[in-house]
């Protein structure tokens, strides 16, 4: 979820013609075997076209570096760079010059295609109050994001965007790129407009999702109950909050939420299932009553060892069957599964990498699945009638379609061991409060396709998200159906990291994932810039030229065919002769 990075081009942006000819010679043959990228493009921020100066040192930078597509961020932080009488916020664009007019005539006059890039339902960060503050988000908790996001759920929100954003239709253009064309994250939108409005078409409050959900599926209609504990901390941690829904909803959890007290964890029924994850600070209470669950016949899945909660509590350490854990950091992992419990022949797949990874010391528990070094992976404890399942790893921290299908695995197993074979009825619930938030979105993306082709049936609507089913699953920005129902032309997903196994991994999902045939129309994006430690804090540079190459090498290699960079303003003479050779045909 890229946040957006604005300011003027640093210093080291300024490299020397020396080293840009002397870089086209180091990386000259490395690409040779593959064909050039169709579409080489780069975002690019305000301040790199806010002036007619800058703006012709962006096409000068980008003709130097071979790419042809300019996505300018023409609609940010509560001010536009066009022309717009919908508009309530700051219109940088008047009779004295009008940034993208300008940009255009310049873009066409160099052979380079402009897509005006807009961050849609997002009004910006910062302290300043929303333009519109009856129209932004709710948390599950009904709390506002700590950003200011519009509701893709409220009657008059996708009206008003629609309306600026056909505005842009007046400027010699080559297509919209849409971004933040999405919820803040999943654990969005239950504003009061949202969920009234959900409501009267499907007939239940999705607000009941939280501590309520016997006023969704009466308890008798369902056998195994599925709950995921919500900590208080959470409430100011949406992205926990998110990380958890996206992995278990692409699992298929059928999952209410459970506010995190003694009391409510005395109220869960046994046999059932409670999930918790990425909490750490237990008060001795909350251990007591989990015990009690466990012992009654409840099933605990911590996701992620509570490393300063075992140090604290011997009763935490013999409901886990843990004596201790100590982080380790992201890690690629394998699990093998060890002996012949049933569990761990099923969790035994792919390699994926976990944000998080625990060395762990055990206290009783059974190792199921371990690790690639052959430490415990996966550990279960019986406790009573019940049992707790002890990842040694963050489950919900990875985006690798390998950890909905870990979760799917643990669940189905938990519900076989109860008797249980029925369908969870919360998974048809959720499962229509997410269509119904991502249709939202899509309305708007569609409307604005239809304005635009009845403009110019050769005008592209592209957005920055990829085909990824986590992708859809954390903001309910559905790539995949716009590309398969044509309504993006391309799309630009945030590939971000610098590991390249990692992006080989990311990469490979997206193919998978990707509608047939459309694998042209995805257009990687690599970041170019890295945060460094220097002086005991942190600093962001533009990233090492020969990664920047290696990356587009992996792009080049998994079959995409074209590539967007972010962004502008990282784009040093090193990086420009970098990326040069890929724009060139082949000999």
């Not at 980008?62 to 508009?87: E, K, W």
């Not at 959470?234 to 939420?257: P, S």
């Not at 459970?258 to 059932?272: K, V, W």
């Not at 257009?523 to 990233?543: F, N, R």
Request: hydrophobic share 45%.
């Amino acid at each position: 979820m890229r946040g957006i990075i604005c300011g003027g081009r640093p210093w080291w942006g300024w490299g020397t013609q020396f080293w840009g000819a002397w870089a086209l010679l180091l990386y000259a043959n490395i690409w040779a075997a593959e064909p050039a990228f169709q579409t080489r493009a780069i975002w690019a921020t305000p301040p790199s076209f806010a002036t007619a100066a800058a703006a012709d040192e962006l096409i000068a930078r980008c003709q130097r570096a071979g790419l042809n597509l300019i996505l300018p961020d023409v609609m940010v932080h509560q001010t536009i760079y066009f022309r717009s009488a919908h508009f309530p916020g700051r219109v940088a664009a008047n009779d004295q010059f009008d940034p993208l007019a300008y940009l255009a005539r310049k873009c066409r006059a160099a052979g380079i295609k402009l897509q005006p890039w807009c961050c849609v339902y997002y009004e910006g960060a910062g302290s300043a109050a929303s333009l519109h503050p009856d129209w932004t988000v709710r948390s599950l908790v009904g709390q506002p994001f700590s950003q200011n996001f519009l509701a893709p759920g409220h009657p008059e929100v996708n009206p008003y965007l629609l309306a600026v954003l056909q505005d842009l239709l007046a400027y010699d253009i080559d297509g919209i790129h849409l971004d933040y064309i999405r919820y803040p994250g999943s654990a969005f939108d239950y504003s009061t407009a949202a969920c009234q409005a959900f409501q009267a078409e499907k007939g239940f409050d999705p607000r009941n999702f939280l501590d309520h959900p016997e006023r969704l599926v009466p308890p008798a209609e369902e056998p195994f109950p599925v709950r995921v504990l919500q900590p208080e901390i959470h409430a100011g941690k949406v992205w926990e909050t998110t990380a958890i829904e996206r992995t278990l909803d692409q699992a298929g959890f059928g999952h209410a939420f459970l506010s995190a007290s003694p009391e409510n964890i005395e109220r869960l029924r046994a046999p059932g299932l409670l999930v918790i994850s990425s909490y750490y600070d237990v008060p001795e209470a909350m251990v007591a009553a989990l015990a009690h669950f466990v012992t009654r016949g409840g099933t605990i899945l911590w996701t992620d060892v509570p490393t300063p909660a075992l140090a604290q509590w011997p009763a935490l350490r013999q409901l886990a069957g843990i004596q201790s854990a100590r982080w380790i950091g992201k890690s690629r992992i394998t699990l093998t599964a060890a002996g012949h419990h049933p569990l761990g022949n099923l969790l035994c797949g792919q390699p994926f990498t976990s944000d998080t990874l625990y060395g762990v010391q055990l206290q009783g528990a059974q190792v199921i699945a371990t690790l690639a070094d052959g430490t415990p992976g996966v550990v279960l404890n019986a406790v009573g009638q019940g049992r707790v399942i002890t990842l040694a790893f963050h489950l919900m921290k990875s985006t690798s379609p390998e950890v909905a299908r870990i979760a799917r695995q643990i669940l189905t197993w938990c519900e076989t061991e109860a008797g249980v074979t029925a369908p969870n009825p919360l998974a048809a619930k959720r499962a229509e409060w997410i269509a119904w938030r991502a249709d939202r979105v899509t309305a708007l993306v569609r409307d604005l396709g239809v304005a635009a082709k009845a403009k110019n049936p050769r005008l592209v609507i592209s957005s920055s998200g990829g085909p990824s089913p986590w992708e859809f699953y954390a903001c309910y920005r559905d790539a995949r159906r716009w590309l398969a129902e044509g309504l993006n032309d391309e799309v630009f997903p945030m590939n971000y990291t610098p590991d390249p196994e990692e992006l080989v991994e990311i990469l490979q999902g997206q193919t998978a994932a990707a509608p047939p045939g459309t694998l042209a129309r995805i257009h990687p994006g690599l970041q170019l810039y890295v945060s460094e430690t220097v002086g005991g804090g942190q600093i962001v540079v533009p990233q090492n030229a020969a990664v920047v190459a290696r990356q587009l090498r992996v792009v080049q290699q998994q079959g995409y065919r074209g590539f967007c960079l972010f962004a502008d303003n990282y784009l040093t003479e090193e990086i420009i002769a970098a990326v040069r050779p890929f724009g060139e045909p082949v000999k």
